[in-house]
């Protein structure tokens, strides 16, 4: 299992114990100083069947900066899978990959759902 991260994001931090609480094992990964790729994202989101918009940090301050809100409805997958592979801080974590699973954000009861 791949654990797609950010140190001092808090929620990063709260995913992290949770799933050490729960005896998880699984690699971890610094989402800015080796962020993901444009295969990893395409294929992450495929593999998901989540919306592309799931994949996006939303309140993060590049997001904003970028006005990307106004942006990405006119943009193609590719256009916004290029745009999210190029600053691992455009990317919502934390991010879980394993053979089963793409989880955006921590949200508990899916984790437990999906992980336990």
Same mark, same amino acid.
């Given at each position: 299992m791949l654990f797609v991260q950010y140190p001092k994001c808090s929620t990063? #931090? %709260?995913?992290k114990k949770w799933l050490e609480a729960h005896e998880i094992m699984f690699t971890e990964r610094h989402i800015v100083e080796d962020h993901p790729a444009y295969d990893e994202l395409k294929q992450w989101y495929e593999k998901s069947g989540l919306p592309l918009k799931r994949f996006f940090n939303t309140s993060g301050m590049v997001y904003?900066?970028? #006005? @990307? %809100?106004? %942006? @990405?409805p006119d943009m193609s997958e590719e256009e916004q899978l290029k745009l999210l592979a190029s600053n691992g801080m455009l990317v919502k974590r934390p991010l879980i990959i394993d053979d089963h699973n793409v989880l955006t954000g921590f949200k508990e009861k899916e984790w437990e759902e999906k992980l336990l």
């Open positions: 990063c #931090q %709260k995913a904003r900066d970028m #006005q @990307l %809100k106004d %942006k @990405l």
